[in-house]
């Protein structure tokens, strides 16, 4: 492989490395000193080539691969400083209706409220507000830059609880969850059952004097329980007394299913609530003048290297129709040169 | 070929300018606390539409222009049983000059707070907010969580726990003598 092919490789490479802070966002891998000693090396390539193409070394279309450097230089600074400078990835978890501060971004996040339908469909949004500025929601449309921060969903189980008495409906709370007053879980915490990692959240029925433990089945996890939960998400509750820690029953329902216990009827809506993600990716707009950059000077040297061709076949033509009017005439004048 | 180069060399230096300006994009975000209902002051009050115990629908925003207090409470919780009294006291004594107190039942049935309200005399509107969304917008970290607004819709102070009738007027006071 020649120099110039070298570089032209290089520079691809550093476009798709770079690239890929987007494609696979809030990977940790970004913000390893082996992925920064990678993007350093190519640098120092791309540097090492442009050097001696600004020297004129690799002739007029050595310049233009040059200015595709350029670019793919461009697309790596950003790389390198938000693997380096941006912040570690961060999942930012709010039951809906609740607004949680991000000091350091000079925003809040302000999680949307879902009723169980909404919670069913999956389709709550989270709206990232700063001052004399309009909201970005997060959600539609697939992840939004704020300057050179990346803001995408990430969907986790979720379930929309509702508790009956014989006097009607009681209060829920969860006295360690995100909110005190909300009835959905997040399911934040995992519980090995099995050999199975299960995600679990407990809730209050402080009216009741009662604590309700609520294990997570995915529908994975339901074949091997009672061919009526088979197949779809199940929600186990285990009621027992907030003072004693006496147990009082437990029961398995389905999503919107009602299951009785301990003189409650319990019914939870499964679906998923999202976490906001907040993870660092090269700036937008430096990405994109690199790409195009890299681009322009590619194609300027593709170009001049086919007209040049072009140019070549052209000559070598020439030089060839030349030499095979200089044969036609020769043997005429030999043949009159001959006694 | 020249003017090509000096033109990639001016987007490099404005790339540059850009991605390592220090004030230029966001910084390092460390955590984000749920705090608690203290940390809205000067925010504007969420107002969702209810239910009120005689299933009449009801909001806090038709209190605009008036100063409310609002109370989150349910009949299970024993302090927020006995803040009721000091409300009502509070709702019947500054009533006529602009004050509102609107106690929010958190997620009960309507005839339960009825019941309760009707026996110990209550007076100013009890709502019932089953999907108790009051509480998670106002960041209520127990029961009774208070917060006060101002005429102009925004939150002024927010309490968790019970407030004391002294703590009640000088939170409300100084709004109704504002006009």
């Known amino acids: 492989m020649s120099t110039r092919n070298g570089a032209v490789a290089t520079a691809l490479a550093a476009l798709a490395l770079v690239g890929a802070q987007y494609a696979f966002a809030g990977n940790e891998l970004f913000h390893t000193w082996q992925y920064a000693l990678a993007l350093a090396i190519l640098a120092v390539s791309l540097l090492v080539y442009v050097a001696g193409a600004l020297r004129g070394e690799d002739g007029r279309i050595g310049r233009f ?16 400083s938000s693997g ?35 919670l069913a469909n999956g389709n709550a949004v989270v709206a990232v507000r700063r001052l004399h500025h309009t909201d970005i929601v997060v959600g539609r449309g697939g992840p939004k830059f704020l300057g050179s921060i990346l803001l995408f969903l990430d969907p986790r189980p979720a379930a929309y609880v509702e508790a009956t008495g014989a006097r009607g409906r009681l209060t829920i709370t969860q006295p360690s969850g995100s909110s005190f007053l909300s009835p959905v879980l997040l399911f934040s915490e995992r519980q090995s059952i099995a050999g199975e990692q299960h995600p679990v959240d407990a809730f209050a029925l402080p009216g009741r004097g009662l604590t309700v433990k609520v294990v997570y089945f995915f529908p994975s996890q339901t074949q091997r329980l009672h061919a009526r939960v088979a197949g779809v998400p199940a929600l186990l509750y285990d009621v027992f007394e907030t003072s004693t820690q006496r147990p009082l029953g437990i029961g398995l329902g389905t999503s919107g299913e009602p299951v009785d216990v301990a003189a409650v009827r319990l ?34 040297a593709l170009a001049f290297l086919v007209k040049d061709h072009a140019g070549v076949v052209e000559a070598v033509r020439h030089e060839e129709q030349h030499r ?9 004048h030999q043949e009159s040169e001959t006694p | 070929m020249r003017t090509l180069l000096v033109l990639a060399g001016a987007v490099v230096v404005i ?10 994009g966001p910084k390092r975000p460390d955590s984000a606390g749920a705090g608690g209902p ?22 806090l925003d038709r209190y605009r222009g008036k100063v409310v207090l609002v109370n989150l409470w349910a009949t299970w919780c024993p302090p927020c049983r006995e803040e009721m009294p000091a409300l009502e006291r509070l709702y019947r004594e500054l009533g006529s000059r602009g004050l509102v107190v609107l106690g929010i039942d958190q997620g009960e049935a309507p005839a339960v707070a009825s019941t309760f309200g009707k026996r110990i005399g209550i007076t100013f509107p009890l709502l ?28 002024v102070t927010g309490v968790d726990g019970p407030m004391t009738p002294a703590q009640m007027r000088d939170a409300v006071l100084p709004l109704l003598r504002a006009k």
């Open chain 1, 65 to 80: 691969v040059a200015v595709a450097a350029l670019g793919a230089l461009i697309a790596l600074a950003a790389g390198l």
């Open chain 1, 84 to 118: 380096l400078l941006g912040p570690d990835t961060l999942s930012v978890a709010r039951v809906p209706g609740t607004v949680a501060p991000l000091p350091e971004l000079g925003a809040a996040a302000f999680f949307s409220t879902v009723d169980p339908q909404a």
């Open chain 1, 267 to 300: 019914r939870a809506t499964v679906g998923t609530y999202p976490a906001l993600v907040i993870a660092s990716a090269p700036h937008p707009i430096a990405f994109a003048m690199g790409c195009v950059l890299a681009m322009l000077g590619l194609s300027a």
């Open chain 1, 324 to 332: 095979d009017r200089e044969h036609r005439v020769r043997p005429r």
């Open chain 2, 15 to 24: 790339v540059l300018v850009i991605v390592l300006y220090p004030g230029g």
């Open chain 2, 38 to 59: 203290s940390m809205l002051a000067g925010a504007p009050a969420a107002s969702f539409t209810v239910a009120r115990v005689d299933g009449s629908p009801d909001s």
């Open chain 2, 128 to 155: 019932i907010d089953q999907d108790q969304q009051y509480g998670r917008a106002y960041a209520a970290q127990g029961l009774p969580t208070s917060v006060v607004v101002d005429r102009s819709g925004k939150i």
